[in-house]
């Protein structure tokens, strides 16, 4: 779709209506994203305007972006890290109406999916993850601002859904009842990682935090990987985070929208491929504890989401887009059947990453 964008937002840059080529693209949900097709030039670029509703600061984005790229500008400077193009001003971000822009080189020769296909597409985006973590590994991320401040923060979730619990008239409680036990009986995740989350060696590390396959470019012909991408939640947090981000996203054919919950299984080549991707990055600088914690990273992060969807639902629907009224009490049956489903294959899954981790 071709259309024309306020004529500021491309002069902040030096380009004008008429010399440039505007088309939206991608299939995020929260940032909307265009590619700038100069008419005078080979190059393009990604064009795109921050949702301030999801990142209510959205300099602190900017001064992330900055710190890391000039950090491993001088460390690792064959590293490609897609950092923002300067405006006109030599500010990261154009700020025009309210509305905050940011430009991107555009990667050619390279593709983003939406589905993964293949154990290799799983294997590469975890190795490009696990990558930048231990590039990042001697950064200090307490520098780095929170762009979403509690993002991956399970007790702030468990928080929310126990003050939606607490306010839900009987009927819509009845309505999720197995649910709502579910939640409650799964608690023990939220505790097993309150004991070990003041360990000395469980550090904060620079995490994605939003792993999905679709922010990670592969070569459009080799499906190599690339870079990583959509960099927005780049801050600190545990290695969890990317982990089992991956683990809830790349281990089932079918997304949280699924309803039959038969088609809810584990592909144990796709968990395969992810651990032997992101431990040939990351093996060398985990922790002893955080090796104790690899499976566990899925069950935090399914977990966490299961009850985020479910809060959402006991609480009117007023975060995650819905179809119908009941679409995010199935997303929290579908999340609750992929935690089920890992561990059920437990020891499978453990002994995977045993052999990986020597």
């Not at 949900?29 to 999801?54: D, F, G, M, W």
């Not at 003050?163 to 008239?169: D, G, M, S």
């Not at 504890?289 to 935090?300: D, P």
Request: charged content about 25%; some cysteine; hydrophobic content about 35%.
């Amino acid at each position: 779709m071709e259309l024309n964008l306020d004529s500021e937002v491309l002069k902040a840059y030096g380009y004008a209506k008429e010399n440039t080529r505007i088309t939206q693209i991608g299939t995020g949900l929260i940032n909307r994203t265009y590619l700038l097709s100069p008419l005078s030039e080979e190059k393009k670029y990604i064009l795109q305007n921050i949702n301030t509703s999801v990142f209510k600061q959205p300099q602190a984005i900017a001064n992330n972006l900055r710190a890391i790229a000039d950090y491993l500008n001088f460390a690792y400077p064959e590293y490609l890290f897609i950092k923002p193009v300067s405006t006109t001003n030599g500010e990261e971000m154009a700020h025009i109406r309210d509305e905050y822009w940011r430009m991107l080189p555009f990667v050619p020769n390279t593709i983003s999916l939406d589905v993964l296909a293949d154990p290799k597409q799983a294997y590469e985006a975890a190795k490009q993850f696990g990558k930048l973590s231990r590039l990042l590994d001697n950064f200090d991320a307490k520098t780095l601002q929170p762009t979403i401040p509690g993002f991956h923060d399970l007790g702030l979730r468990y928080e929310q859904f126990t003050l939606a619990l607490n306010k839900i008239v009987e009927a819509l409680k009845e309505q999720a009842k197995s649910e709502i036990e579910g939640a409650l009986a799964h608690k023990y995740i939220l505790d097993y990682y309150t004991s070990y989350s003041h360990r000395k060696d469980f550090p904060d590390r620079v995490m994605h935090h939003d792993t999905k396959i679709s922010n990670v470019l592969l070569d459009d012909e080799t499906y190599e990987g690339i870079c990583v991408i959509d960099l927005d939640t780049v801050m600190p947090g545990k290695f969890i985070s990317d982990l089992g981000d991956m683990m809830r996203t790349y281990l089932c054919a079918f997304s949280e929208n699924e309803t039959d919950l038969d088609k809810i299984k584990i592909r144990l080549p796709y968990f395969e491929a992810m651990i032997k991707g992101y431990l040939s990055e990351m093996k060398s600088i985990l922790t002893e504890t955080e090796k104790e914690l690899i499976l566990f990273s899925g069950k935090y992060i399914i977990y966490m989401q299961a009850l985020r969807f479910l809060t959402d639902f006991l609480s009117g629907n007023n975060y995650y887009p819905t179809n119908y009224p009941t679409q995010n009490l199935d997303r929290a049956k579908n999340q609750f059947k992929l935690l089920h489903e890992i561990s059920v294959n437990e020891k499978e899954l453990q002994d995977i990453i045993e052999e990986n981790l020597v």
